[in-house]
């Protein structure tokens, strides 16, 4: 009885390739929820090339320490995914633009840390939580395309250097469905000269006691 129902067979923690590759026969066609670690298996391991061509099936794609290797594989299309949460573990590798095949139509949460990205992403609709930190400063204007393609985000947490890089004077990008936004000192005050935050909305602020202004 276990065994012929495939949502139970759904969660693939990569701890070994025997069980993945059970736990991928068993689910059938059912969309899976991936979780993959360097710490778990080292990415010279050829299971990884393998588990990516089950990307047309992803449900969640959870990657923790990935580093620069990531770069090397083919995309793959995933328009199912929904969540996807990246942590870099301070190798800050850069996640290329042809990632998923840019196919993120479905996305309901996007989490970055420690990852490199230019976010030129777009087709957001769907995602409603979104959250970048690491170190490489990002222009104004491509947060700004990003919120822009993104209509319906209601959290947001930012802890990311910004520039006033294409800004643009007098730009305003809405953010009508925000309910929790929060920034860290390093973001720049500038880019709140460009948001519209509907009243109501929870925003919390860290901020550096030492710099003017």
Known sequence: MF??????????????????????????????DLSLGIDRLPFSD????FILHAAGRLKSLVLYGIPPVIT?????????????????????????????????SSLHKLHLK???TELLWRNMANLTSFALEYGSPIPIGHLLDFFESAPRLREVDLYSETLTTGAQNGRLVSLACLKNMDTGYPLSHHL??????????????????????
């Open 3 to 32: 065994v012929s129902r495939p949502s139970l067979w759904t969660h693939l923690d990569c701890m070994n390739l025997g069980k993945t590759r059970v736990y991928l026969e068993r689910s059938k066609s059912s969309p899976i």
């Open 46 to 49: 050829p299971f990884f090339k």
């Open 72 to 104: 090397a594989y083919p995309s793959r299309s995933a328009p199912f995914v929904e969540t996807l949460a990246i942590c870099g573990d301070g190798f800050d590798p850069v996640l290329p633009l042809a990632f998923l095949n840019l196919d993120l």
């Open 114 to 116: 420690w990852v490199h």
């Open 192 to 213: 709140f000269d460009h948001l519209l935050i509907p009243v109501g909305a929870r925003l919390r602020m860290e901020l550096d006691p030492q710099s003017p202004g």
